[in-house]
């Protein structure tokens, strides 16, 4: 039988190239050993943001938009506005970021230089707001951007819980250039098909394109695209939601039918301060329009934007003005009552919000995370760094790194590591390692 090539399509019939089906079983891919370098790169320059700068990040976490949110969605969104900082906000007068710290310290020193390639172009990062086209596999998507629509390859290296995404929803997160593609710096929050559209004209709106480049616009923009986003997975996940009351889901449901222009901002306050007026109060609900135009317009006063005039809002529910002015009065003493109790009206929201009962149809995080790799992996990478240190100290030439070579692959096949693997493709792809690093190093 005639060995099929990497690059073309599996004789499987999956669809899929050689190389990332079958072929997997047969070859082991150094390129996934340096991607695994890359994450811990990741990590180590997220530390290195939190151990000399938590002056600095805590100041800027003191006005985040997301306090009082459900925890689960406070801190999935305070990571993301870190991610940002570490490559977009100055520390000093000089325009200096965390990042272009990082690279001025001697911890960049302690990667190999394949991983030191990646990290050098890492001030090109930018945030991004994507729709996701297709999914390669579990951790390569192709992604159109919702602003300019050019499409993308982009990757997740890190052990980061990854989205339980399909087609059609958006990952926002900051990516990096690695090689010909992209990939996400450390975790990514996914926002449903649902609230694509609403997010796609949200982030338009706020958009000049004859003023700035998308670039420009997204790296100084994002902390404000981001509370966008935020709002906009929160209504996401406040529209699936059983009230549990047919009065009060009819409330819901006038909400969402009326205002389907209208900010998620808006809507997700209103939404918080009908579920907690709704579990303290248990109204009696004689006409749910009523309940929603009083919610709309409260909720624009307590966001601090899109702010209405009763009588308009009474008008475009059809109710009697009022009607709303009585209702509103009545929202609006609970609240006031509730915040001179020192209540907080989003307690035990994370329970309610993120529990989607039998249903099992999550739209949050999974469990999921990157795989420490098998075995030969680990064995591979050790090995590397041992050739590494034996040459530094030792010199080398052609002969030596083939004897080390030849070595390994003993050692490797008699522990029983290359069951299942070609190792002829092994040592190639370990010789173009091996040259790759000592050129880029200077030994060549």
């Known amino acids: 039988?005639?060995?099929?090539?990497?690059?073309?399509?599996?004789?499987?019939?999956?669809?899929?190239?050689?190389?990332?089906?079958?072929?997997?079983?047969?070859?082991?891919?150094?390129?996934?050993?340096?991607?695994?370098?890359?994450?811990?790169?990741?990590?180590?320059?997220?530390?290195?943001?939190?151990?000399?700068?938590?002056?600095?990040?805590?100041?800027?976490?003191?006005?985040?938009?997301?306090?009082?949110?459900?925890?689960?969605?406070?801190?999935?969104?305070?990571?993301?506005?870190?991610?940002?900082?570490?490559?977009?906000?100055?520390?000093?007068?000089?325009?200096?970021?965390?990042?272009?710290?990082?690279?001025?310290?001697?911890?960049?020193?302690?990667?190999?230089?394949?991983?030191?390639?990646?990290?050098?172009?890492?001030?090109?990062?930018?945030?991004?707001?994507?729709?996701?086209?297709?999914?390669?596999?579990?951790?390569?998507?192709?992604?159109?951007?919702?602003?300019?629509?050019?499409?993308?390859?982009?990757?997740?290296?890190?052990?980061?819980?990854?989205?339980?995404?399909?087609?059609?929803?958006?990952?926002?997160?900051?990516?990096?250039?690695?090689?010909?593609?992209?990939?996400?710096?450390?975790?990514?929050?996914?926002?449903?098909?649902?609230?694509?559209?609403?997010?796609?004209?949200?982030?338009?709106?706020?958009?000049?394109?004859?003023?700035?480049?998308?670039?420009?616009?997204?790296?100084?923009?994002?902390?404000?695209?981001?509370?966008?986003?935020?709002?906009?997975?929160?209504?996401?996940?406040?529209?699936?939601?059983?009230?549990?009351?047919?009065?009060?889901?009819?409330?819901?449901?006038?909400?969402?039918?009326?205002?389907?222009?209208?900010?998620?901002l808006v809507l997700s306050e209103a939404a918080f301060l009908w579920r907690a007026y709704c579990e303290m109060d248990e109204p009696v609900i004689k006409n749910p329009a009523v309940y929603a135009a009083a919610l709309r317009y409260l909720a624009s006063e307590m966001a601090g934007r899109e702010f209405v005039n009763m009588e308009k809002v009474a008008e475009h529910y059809g109710v009697p003005v009022e009607e709303v002015e009585a209702a509103v009065m009545e929202l609006f003493l609970f609240r006031t009552e509730l915040l001179d109790d020192g209540d907080d009206e989003g307690e035990n929201d994370d329970e309610w919000l993120f529990d989607d009962g039998d249903d099992g149809d999550e739209i949050w995080f999974d469990d999921g995370g990157m795989e420490d790799g098998d075995e030969l992996d680990r064995a591979i990478e050790e090995w590397l760094d041992q050739v590494e240190e034996l040459f530094d100290c030792e010199g080398w030439d052609v002969d030596q790194v083939h004897r080390l070579i030849d070595k390994a692959i003993r050692t490797w096949k008699k522990d029983g590591l290359l069951e299942g693997f070609d190792a002829a493709e092994l040592r190639k792809e370990l010789e173009e390692l091996v040259w790759e690093t000592f050129a880029e190093r200077g030994f060549l």
């Open 1 to 264: 039988m005639v060995k099929a090539s990497r690059n073309n399509l599996c004789p499987c019939g999956s669809g899929k190239t050689y190389k990332h089906c079958c072929g997997k079983k047969e070859a082991v891919s150094i390129e996934s050993l340096i991607d695994r370098e890359v994450a811990k790169c990741m990590q180590d320059v997220f530390s290195f943001a939190l151990e000399r700068y938590e002056e600095e990040l805590a100041f800027m976490m003191s006005g985040s938009p997301f306090q009082g949110l459900p925890n689960e969605l406070e801190t999935s969104a305070n990571l993301l506005l870190t991610n940002w900082a570490i490559f977009h906000r100055h520390v000093d007068d000089k325009g200096m970021t965390i990042f272009s710290a990082y690279m001025r310290s001697r911890r960049r020193t302690r990667w190999r230089p394949a991983v030191q390639t990646h990290l050098k172009r890492w001030d090109e990062a930018v945030p991004s707001f994507d729709e996701i086209i297709h999914i390669e596999d579990e951790r390569r998507f192709l992604v159109r951007d919702l602003l300019t629509r050019k499409e993308k390859y982009v990757r997740f290296l890190t052990p980061e819980e990854l989205p339980s995404a399909r087609e059609g929803d958006v990952l926002v997160g900051c990516l990096v250039p690695h090689g010909d593609e992209w990939a996400y710096f450390m975790k990514v929050l996914p926002i449903p098909k649902s609230g694509k559209d609403r997010l796609a004209r949200a982030l338009q709106a706020e958009w000049n394109p004859d003023m700035k480049t998308c670039e420009v616009f997204l790296r100084e923009s994002f902390p404000e695209l981001l509370e966008i986003a935020v709002h906009e997975l929160l209504w996401q996940l406040l529209s699936e939601k059983d009230w549990g009351d047919r009065d009060q889901d009819d409330v819901f449901r006038e909400l969402k039918k009326k205002e389907e222009t209208t900010s998620s």
